[in-house]
């Protein structure tokens, strides 16, 4: 297991690298080039150029998160096949760096969304939130200009500003595009990328559906058990697997995320995992929370003892923090409360391996 924290190239991070080093135990980042718009080559020279940086501050850069979907191909126009091919060139460029492996998300249109990014805690502290209510209030307008209004002037993962324009219009285009469509158009990407992802030695974690609720009549992709398996079976290969995101997953109550952990780990299927922790005000509504099982509804030692005796030989990576200490900066993103996270979850790691010892 290598833990390893999120970090934004190109100036667009208020967290240094220098900072991320000091964390103990922590290896390497998870970053992408979130300045190249999704369906475009990502090039050697841009690649090598951030790996360059990354590795003189003594990290590795063996994770991408994310290499965006182009939403051509997530809707199926016949012009996906020029944005597969640019995919897969950029994965052949990612491979030649050293990279072993990729997140990305199938969520239509949308990535993940927050109602509040600075709810104050009692404790002092502020974290993003959700109400499910106040969201399926908005329209892509709304939820847009507070997404970019709260975002600190840093481009916020998944709310890159090339999506804004077209919004409401690929929103519409989906009424007309059946979960069972929607699932042929999932299939016929794998397809063409997994054989790849095999011969270059990359392995694919799907990113769960944040929060894992309808919004906008928007078809749903991995929200619980059932779809992750759906998903899965997509694609047999080992490469076709999950980025078990705990938050995302387990935001809906229904959902046993220590025993997801136990399931899809056990078959070799999830080669990275976003370990956080989710308070619940009510079914559907929640704010996020720090790590510690404590302070929120999932019990982060079984999702640890699960990943470790099922074998898990991945990526983890502490996710969404609070903001703490008077930290401001990119919301969920914040270096204090994530290196917490790294802590506990390391010391959770180290125990259950003495455990088994
Ligand atoms: C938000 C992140 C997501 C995630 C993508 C993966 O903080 O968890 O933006 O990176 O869904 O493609």
Redesign the pocket.
């Known amino acids: 297991m290598k833990m390893i924290m999120r970090w934004f190239p190109n100036g667009d991070d208020k967290v240094t690298l220098d900072q991320i080093r000091q964390v103990p135990g922590v290896s390497g980042v998870a970053t992408m080039l979130s300045f190249v718009p999704a369906g475009e080559i990502w090039t050697p020279e841009q690649i090598n150029s951030v790996k360059k940086e990354v590795n003189d501050h003594g990290l590795e850069m063996e994770v991408i998160?994310?290499v965006?979907i182009h939403e051509d191909i997530k809707k199926g126009l016949p012009t996906r096949d020029k944005y597969i091919e640019n995919y897969i060139k950029t994965m052949k460029n990612l491979s030649d760096a050293g990279v072993k492996c990729i997140?990305?998300?199938f969520?239509p249109v949308l990535?993940?969304y927050r109602s509040n990014l600075y709810l104050p805690l009692p404790d002092g502290s502020n974290c993003m939130a959700y109400s499910h209510k106040y969201a399926s209030s908005l329209t892509t307008e709304m939820m847009t200009k507070d997404m970019i209004d709260g975002s600190n002037n840093l481009t916020l993962?998944?709310w890159e500003p090339e999506r804004f324009p077209q919004m409401a219009a690929d929103i519409d285009f989906y009424k007309n595009v059946s979960q069972d469509e929607y699932f042929e158009h999932i299939k016929y990407f794998l397809d063409a990328i997994i054989p790849y992802a095999e011969e270059y030695d990359i392995d694919f974690g799907v990113?769960p559906d944040?929060p894992p609720f309808p919004l906008f009549g928007l078809p749903k992709v991995v929200n619980n058990a059932e779809a992750i398996r759906k998903y899965l079976a997509l694609n047999p290969s080992k490469r076709n697997g999950l980025?078990l995101?705990t938050g995302s997953l387990g935001a809906n109550k229904s959902n046993d995320v220590p025993s997801m952990a136990k399931e899809f780990a056990s078959e070799g299927k999830v080669p990275f995992v976003?370990l956080r922790n989710v308070l619940h005000t009510s079914d559907t509504d929640f704010h996020e929370s720090a790590h510690l099982s404590e302070c929120g509804d999932l019990d982060m030692f079984a999702i640890v003892k699960n990943l470790y005796e099922s074998g898990f030989d991945g990526y983890i990576r502490p996710?969404?923090g609070r903001m703490i200490w008077g930290e401001t900066g990119r919301p969920?993103y914040g270096l204090y409360d994530r290196a917490l996270g790294a802590s506990y979850i390391l010391g959770l790691w180290e125990a259950v391996k003495k455990l088994n010892a």
């Open positions: 998160e994310s965006n997140c990305y998300n969520m990535d993940w993962p998944g990113h944040d980025t995101c976003h996710d969404h969920g």
